[in-house]
């Protein structure tokens, strides 16, 4: 199986403070994917970042990929209540053909 | 918004009901999916269309059939569900040709309730 896991799978901080999440994958990918999902609607994507990068930004969002260990991690700096969501990370493998998505952390930034 | 928009939001249904979800994509994207999402379980890809041909069918029950008429619009008609069927469902598209196709956008879903 090539699905991601996340952890942790819960992480409550103040507003201000960074948020990292981390990502565990399996098989070989292409590239790796971040979605948000506010309550109870649909994911919506954040970033995107290639086997063959190590590092991306966008924004309050910081992205690493370590394909050495297969994991990479989300990092919201400046963190505010409007971030409060659950975070996936998905995988994409052109072997595969099909993006593979993790269970999600819920973070939650307490104003 | 995304530009997914699905219909209806919500839906409760009994078991011997038939009902249809409805997904619709004004990005002129030409690959559209169903996603199941259950607590507590990551995502599971149900149906995968592109050009309007299903080219993907994860072991899904007869009970849930799909049907895409044209690259725009996509449904899901739901016959005799059971109870652990209650769940998210997300209907997302993207681009389906090189490198585009890997991002997906996603509509914000159908709360299905069977009772």
């Known amino acids: 199986s090539q699905q991601g896991e996340e952890d942790p799978q819960a992480l409550s901080i103040q507003e201000g403070e960074n948020a990292t999440m981390n990502c565990s994958y399996k098989?070989?990918?292409?590239?790796l994917q971040w979605y948000r999902q506010n309550s109870g609607r649909g994911l919506v994507h954040l970033i995107l970042?290639?086997?063959?990068?190590r590092e991306k930004h966008s924004g309050r969002l910081r992205v690493t990929l370590d394909t050495s260990k297969k994991s990479s991690s989300l990092l919201i700096t400046a963190s505010r209540a409007a971030d409060t969501a659950s975070y996936f990370c998905a995988t994409w493998s052109t072997s595969y053909g099909k993006l593979t998505f993790g269970q999600g952390t819920i973070l939650t930034v307490h104003p | 918004e995304t530009g997914v928009t699905q219909t209806p939001r919500h839906l409760v249904m009994g078991m011997t009901n038939k009902k249809s979800l409805k997904c619709e994509q004004h990005l002129g994207h030409n690959a559209m999916y169903w996603y199941k999402q259950s607590a507590k379980k990551p995502l599971e890809l149900m149906f995968v269309y592109s050009l309007e041909e299903r080219v993907e069918n994860n072991s899904v029950p007869s009970r849930f059939s799909p049907e895409c008429p044209n690259s725009s619009h996509l449904f899901l008609h739901l016959h005799t569900l059971q109870p652990e069927d209650s769940a998210l469902y997300l209907c997302?598209?993207?681009?389906?040709?090189?490198?585009?196709?890997?991002?997906?956008?996603f509509g914000p879903g159908t709360r299905l309730l069977v009772l």
């Open positions: 997302a598209s993207s681009q389906g040709t090189g490198t585009r196709k890997e991002t997906q956008y």
């Open positions: 098989t070989s990918i292409n590239n």
């Open positions: 970042i290639r086997s063959n990068e």
